[in-house]
């Protein structure tokens, strides 16, 4: 049974940083492409950043270039998104998503956890 498990949402401030984390577990993890989706209220699910399996290449949303960063530890079948220069825009919930490419389409992914929630204060 795969599972992933998000962590470190939380309230921050406007300019502030959080790191999440995602724990993957009943799936080859060194071979799946991970990803980072978000949605707030009211609107779609949006991609924010995916990383590949093979050599660890990334792609992040234009939204979040600069600030974010997706990387992964495969020892410990974790991906993590760092989150720098927080805005109100950011608020939402943030999904891991597991696949078999780092694409932009939520679609293409087989696996997502539940969430976890992410609010910017102005």
């Known amino acids: 049974q795969v599972q992933l498990v998000e962590s470190g949402g939380g309230l921050v401030q406007a300019g502030g940083s959080l790191r999440l984390s995602c724990v993957a577990s009943?799936?080859?993890?060194?071979?799946?492409?991970m990803a980072w989706f978000r949605q707030a209220p009211g609107k779609e699910r949006e991609f924010v950043a995916a990383?590949?399996?093979?050599?660890?290449?990334?792609i992040h949303a234009d939204s979040v270039k600069g600030r974010f960063s997706i990387s992964r530890d495969n020892a410990e079948n974790t991906v993590y998104l760092q989150m720098n220069s927080l805005k109100p825009e950011d608020t939402a919930v943030y999904y891991c998503?597991?696949?078999?490419?780092?694409?932009?389409?939520?679609?293409?992914?087989?696996?997502w956890g539940q969430g976890t929630q992410v609010t910017v204060s102005s």
């Open positions: 990383i590949n399996w093979r050599f660890g290449s990334t």
């Open positions: 998503a597991a696949g078999t490419l780092a694409l932009v389409d939520a679609a293409r992914y087989t696996y």
């Open positions: 009943g799936l080859t993890f060194s071979r799946s492409a």
